[in-house]
Nanobody, 122 residues
């Protein structure tokens, strides 16, 4: 099982980027894909997640109203649309598979991590 992120790059404050996370396969036990980010010198934090069971997506307070997570099940792809970017959004963004999403917090158990894609906002 592999996850591959793409779409990172540089953007100006106020701009937009769309990240993609493509899975080689989705094992039956996976019901959630999440996005995490890690800023330089900081711990990795959950940013957004989407459930395959139709539950409400999770967004960190810092990105609510600016980021949107979505899924194209046919293409095995999860997207993170990032609008109104601010310099604090700079960091490495990772997608991850989990058995369970929560609507109020990031998933707690991760099966597989992607390699990450860098986002830089100036």
């Amino acid at each position: 099982v592999q996850l591959v992120e793409s779409g990172g790059g540089s953007a100006q404050a106020g701009g937009s980027l769309t990240l993609s996370c493509v899975a080689s396969i989705y094992p039956a036990r996976v019901n959630c894909v999440a996005w995490f980010r890690q800023a330089p010198g900081k711990e990795r934090e959950g940013t957004a997640s989407i459930s395959f069971n139709g539950h409400s997506p999770f967004y960190a307070d810092s990105v609510k109203g600016r980021f949107t997570v979505s899924r194209d099940s046919g293409q095995k792809t999860v997207y993170l649309q990032m609008d109104s970017l601010i310099p604090e959004d700079t960091g490495m963004y990772y997608c991850a598979m989990s058995p369970l999403c929560f609507s109020t917090q990031p998933p707690q158990r991760i099966y597989v991590w992607g390699q990450g894609t860098q986002v830089t906002v100036s």
